[in-house]
């Protein structure tokens, strides 16, 4: 069973960045498709980023795209977002998610393994 825990959140001031990270443990990272995902107050929990098994397909939400860049390290069991250049409305908790194989996508749907999540606040 995959167990996932995220850290590297903290509260920033516009323009900073922030490098989260997602430590796996229960099962080899390398089978699993690694989502992020945020959800900020009072809105639904939207899909940001996403890297295959491999690491060879990466997706990002168009919104974030310039600004978030997602890598893992399997032998390190460990997945990384990059968040550059940081908005207050990048305001949320922010997932990680796993699913099995090799897909990459946005929705929330087919990730059944999820962390706990870790608070990103930009404000000045």
């Known amino acids: 069973q995959l167990q996932l825990v995220e850290s590297g959140g903290g509260l920033v001031q516009p323009g900073g960045s922030l490098r989260l990270s997602c430590s796996a443990s229960?099962?080899?990272?390398?089978?699993?498709?690694i989502g992020w995902f945020r959800q900020a107050p009072g809105k639904e929990r939207e899909g940001v980023s996403c890297?295959?098994?491999?690491?060879?397909?990466?997706y990002y939400r168009n919104s974030v795209k310039d600004r978030f860049t997602i890598s893992r390290d399997n032998a390190k069991n460990t997945v990384y977002l990059q968040i550059d250049t940081l908005k207050p409305e990048d305001t949320a908790i922010y997932y990680c998610?796993?699913?099995?194989?090799?897909?990459?996508?946005?929705?929330?749907?087919?990730?059944?393994?999820w962390g706990q999540g870790t608070q990103v606040t930009v404000s000045s």
């Open positions: 998610a796993g699913l099995l194989g090799s897909l990459c996508v946005l929705s929330r749907t087919p990730f059944n393994f």
């Open positions: 890297i295959s098994s491999s690491g060879g397909s990466t």
């Open positions: 229960g099962s080899p990272l390398d089978y699993y498709t």
